[in-house]
T-cell receptor, first 113, second 111 residues
Framework: GENVEQHPSTLSVQEGDSAVIKCTYSDSASNYFPWYKQELGKGPQLIIDIRSNVGEKKDQRIAVTLNKTAKHFSLHITETQPEDSAVYFCAASSTSGTYKYIFGTGTRLKVLA | NAGVTQTPKFQVLKTGQSMTLQCAQDMNHEYMSWYRQDPGMGLRLIHYSVGAGITDQGEVPNGYNVSRSTTEDFPLRLLSAAPSQTSVYFC??????????FGPGTRLTVL
């Protein structure tokens, strides 16, 4: 069935360093790839997304890259800050058919001061 | 806009009890979904709806019922709670082709 694999499951970085989280999807029909940040005790919040007609998208310190051929997409956070510490989820969805999201299993990011 | 709201925030049930988790959105979104979140397993889709009167099963539907009588509301019913249903439940909504918005979650414990 459709699935999204996410790595690593935990990631610790020093404040100011960069963090990279990678996801691989299986459904070739997927064309929308959001990333969510979840802080403790809260619901997931969308931080950036990318559609399959572009290869990269950037928003300040956050960027996402997409390789459709390899079915890989990645989240890059530069100049990490303590408030970036959270759980990050990737997802894949198709804007045709049922529009269901398939989520990765999450990455717990710790930014060490 | 309040966005997506969920009640209650916390709930403790005994095995066999029934309850309804409430979800409402004020953004006039067509799509609404229920997910459960368990450690190490990410977010798994329970049921979803593509509009009022239309619902379908997700990845883990057993033990749960839903209905969608209005655009705004999408309640999730547990008919006979089991310890395996201990989890954090999130409701989400989105327009047809855009990003999905999540509620704050309901933490459910079944003893």
């Amino acid at each position: 069935g459709e699935n999204v694999e996410q790595h690593p499951s935990t990631l610790s970085v020093q404040e100011g360093d960069s963090a990279v989280i990678k996801c691989t999807y299986s459904d070739s029909a997927s064309n929308y790839f959001p990333w969510y940040k979840q802080e403790l005790g809260k619901g997931p919040q969308l931080i950036i997304d990318i559609r399959s007609n572009v290869g990269e998208k950037k928003d300040q310190r956050i960027a996402v890259t997409l390789n459709k051929t390899a079915k890989h997409f990645s989240l890059h956070i530069t100049e990490t800050q303590p408030e970036d510490s959270a759980v990050y989820f990737c997802a894949a969805s198709s804007t045709s058919g049922t529009y269901k999201y398939i989520f990765g299993t999450g990455t717990r990011l710790k930014v060490l001061a | 806009n309040a966005g997506v709201t969920q009640t209650p925030k916390f709930q403790v049930l005994k095995t066999g009890q029934s309850m309804t988790l409430q979800c409402a959105q004020d953004m006039n979104h067509e799509y609404m979904s229920w997910y459960r979140q368990d450690p190490g397993m990410g977010l798994r889709l329970i049921h979803y709806s593509v509009g009022a009167g239309i619902t379908d099963q997700g990845e883990v539907p057993n033990g749960y019922n839903v209905s969608r009588s209005t655009t705004e509301d999408f309640p999730l019913r547990l008919l006979s709670a089991a310890p395996s249903q201990t989890s954090v439940y999130f409701c989400a909504s989105r327009p047809r082709t855009q990003e999905q918005f999540f509620g704050p979650g309901t933490r459910l414990t079944v003893l």
